[in-house]
């Protein structure tokens, strides 16, 4: 099936500066804090992950950056433990497929036709290490931020070199910014207290 592009609308989405998802939306029911092989692990399941603005950007072919970050702190504001998980996404629209690849050390990647499997596939965290032990058993703070980014630091350098109109002084940029956007501020999650998590078995 033939599939055209609409050239003003895909211009507006590549310039139009997006801002980070801000929104850190986790059901009490999908947050699972656990010990594992000596490793605190988090489940969770993020909702209201892409915004319309980030949705349009993906369908009309632009590379997004997915960034999810946790961080653990005491109540005195120290820092005990820091982890992050890099998802690049890809939409060929000629193909009519997304692919989802999972930024670790061992390289997942999710091949489909429908949005909704990438969504689920972003959206579901399994097993993500947030601290290895011992920890403080003090009550800690689990703090999350979300960075959701069409344009990636790549796909802007192209953008610059393919059109060439963005040269210093010129007057579009008053109107539009290739810049990355600032990181979302960090949300605090959940309070607990390492000593009650419970204890899983190694798969």
């Not at 632009?62 to 820092?79: A, H, N, P």
């Not at 982890?83 to 939409?91: A, D, I």
């Not at 689990?142 to 344009?151: S, Y």
Request: proline share 6%.
């Amino acid at each position: 099936m033939a599939r055209f592009i609409h050239i003003p609308m895909l211009v507006a989405c590549m310039f139009a500066p997006f801002r980070p998802v801000f929104a850190q939306h986790i059901s009490k029911d999908s947050l699972y804090i656990y010990v594992q092989s000596d490793t605190l692990r988090v489940d969770a399941t993020i909702a209201s992950l892409f915004s319309k603005r980030a949705i349009d950007a993906i369908e009309s072919g632009m590379t997004t950056s997915i960034v999810v970050q946790f961080r653990l702190r005491t109540g005195r504001g120290d820092q005990v433990g820091q982890r992050g998980l890099t998802t690049r996404l890809e939409h060929d629209i000629w193909e009519g497929e997304y692919r989802l690849i999972r930024q670790a050390a061992q390289a997942d990647t999710l091949i489909t036709p429908r949005f909704e499997d990438i969504r689920r596939g972003c959206s579901r965290l399994q097993g993500l290490d947030l601290a290895g032990l011992p920890l403080p058993n003090v009550p800690l703070t689990l703090q999350m931020r979300i960075d959701v980014n069409p344009i990636s630091p790549e796909q802007q350098e192209r953008t610059r070199r393919w059109l060439k109109i963005l040269e210093k002084g010129s007057y579009l940029e008053f109107f539009y910014s290739l810049d990355s956007p600032p990181s979302s501020e960090w949300v605090d999650v959940i309070k607990f207290r390492p000593s009650a998590l419970p204890h899983l078995l190694e798969k």
